[in-house]
């Protein structure tokens, strides 16, 4: 009795098998079906699979299903590409506000982080071995303070 039973359970298994790998061969056909929009002498726009019967076919010409993003835009060579620069300051020290002013008059993209509002930013610059502000982090390089001499000879080089 149980072999008949998994016998008829192997068979239906392998008739869902065969029906499912037939609809998945037949999905492409019906997906690439056409869709025709047709309006009646109502005014009243249909879609469908199939045009009407009294419908005069029009062909349309053009690009259809395509994406032009245009040129990819210039990279910059390797050795143009700046080091990061990452500023540890605090609140009232006039030093960082020069070197922040800077940075910003000079299009110089930099991370900021206050040191006595963030504490993970604190153990970072105690890990650097920070004893003042700022603390400039240019690429590899550490400044102690700031002059724009020192800065653009660090960033630039």
């Known amino acids: 009795m149980v072999s008949a039973i998994q016998s008829l359970m192997s068979r239906q298994l392998s008739i869902t098998v065969l029906l499912i790998g037939v609809a998945l061969c037949a999905l492409p056909i019906v997906a690439s079906a056409g869709v025709f929009k047709w309006v009646d002498e109502n005014g009243k726009v249909h879609f469908g699979d199939q045009p009407p019967a009294d419908a005069v076919q029009q062909e349309i010409k053009g690009t259809f299903s395509t994406y032009n ?21 605090t ?7 020069k070197a922040r002013n800077y940075f910003r008059a000079n299009n110089v993209r930099f991370r900021e982080y206050d040191i006595e509002k963030n504490s993970r ?20 390089q550490l400044l102690s303070g700031f002059s724009s001499d020192r800065f653009d000879r660090a960033y630039n080089n």
């Open 91 to 97: 609140s009232w020290c006039p030093y960082c506000v």
């Open 121 to 140: 930013a604190n153990r970072e610059y105690q890990k650097l071995g920070g004893n003042g502000v700022p603390l400039i982090r240019v690429g590899k």
């Open 69 to 89: 993003a245009g040129p990819a835009p210039d990279l910059p060579a390797a050795d143009t590409v700046k080091p990061a620069v990452i500023m540890y300051s």
